[in-house]
């Protein structure tokens, strides 16, 4: 964890989900171009809410903050920015990385859903400052207008909006990507792992792949026997339903099988 001072510069804009603020940095030291943090704490009090940050000038310690206020009453979001106008606050960042910007990366295809739009915007926010050539879906039955129009002001020319996620729509956009073009998914678990197989398909690798999933995510252990996945448990073995071996479960997690590996248990 590191935590870090800073003052509010301004808010730059309020959208439904929560707010835009411009911070400069006054005490610590973020470690990375992007964070994440679960609370901000002023002199007064400690507030429960996702931060995201992106840091926009490292010479003038100028960050661009996005707090997630949907959880938050109207009363408690209306002495939250009060606060933070006019003391300085605290953020503990998290340890765990965001989005892992490659010095080499030319393109980035990212693919979200509306649900997770909010808690994307950092890593948008990073690829403009950055210039790195974006291509953003977004699945959405029903753009809401002020999304569209952050979303054009940093992406002009590569935003779409998806109705649904359906394979044929998806195999399309997989297929027309040029060599070099890395992937980032966001959104509800099912629709991350749908993705990821179909990029697998199209011949994306591990490495050229990064995601963030949201909502309740099923753990599954893969029987090394028969090939079947089965639901995790919190236990150190386990019986395959398929084939009724028992196995040994092993802390190394597959990224392709996207499955624990569950070994045959030796007596």
């Known amino acids: 964890m590191h935590t870090i001072k800073c003052r509010l510069i301004q808010i730059e804009r309020i959208l439904e989900q929560g707010f835009i603020a411009e911070a400069i940095l006054v005490g610590g030291i973020s470690p990375e171009k992007i964070g994440f943090a679960d609370q901000v704490q002023t002199d007064e009090t400690i507030f ?19 707090f997630n206020t949907s959880a938050l009453t109207d009363q408690e979001r209306l002495v939250l920015t009060e606060q933070l106008a ?20 030319k393109k980035l295809l990212v693919i979200i859903d509306e649900s997770a739009f909010f808690e994307s915007l950092a890593i948008i926010e990073m690829l403009s400052i950055n ?27 590569g935003i779409y909006f998806l109705s649904s996620i359906s ?8 297929n027309q990507q040029t060599m070099g ?20 398909a199209a011949g994306f690798s591990d490495e050229e792949i990064q995601y963030k999933g949201y909502g309740r995510k099923v753990e599954k252990i893969f029987c090394v026997k028969c090939y079947s996945f089965n ?8 019986r395959c339903d398929r084939c009724n071996t028992v196995l040994d479960v092993s802390p190394h997690f597959s990224k392709r099988l996207d499955a624990y590996l569950g070994y045959i248990k030796v007596e």
């Open 181 to 200: 073009t890395k992937l980032f998914l966001s959104g509800q678990w099912p629709m991350i792992d749908s993705l990821k197989e179909m990029a697998y």
């Open 231 to 238: 639901r995790k448990k919190q236990t150190a073995e386990t």
């Open 167 to 174: 394979s044929d729509e998806i195999h399309s956009i997989f």
């Open 48 to 66: 429960q809410l996702p931060i995201h940050l992106v840091e926009t000038s490292k010479t003038e310690g100028i960050y661009r903050l996005l």
């Open 86 to 105: 006019q003391q300085n606050f605290f953020l503990e960042l998290s340890d765990d990385s965001v989005f892992k910007l490659d010095p080499n990366l």
């Open 131 to 157: 210039n790195i050539e974006t291509i953003a879906y977004v699945k959405t039955e029903e753009p809401q207008r002020e999304f569209v129009d952050y979303l054009q002001q940093k992406l002009p020319e």
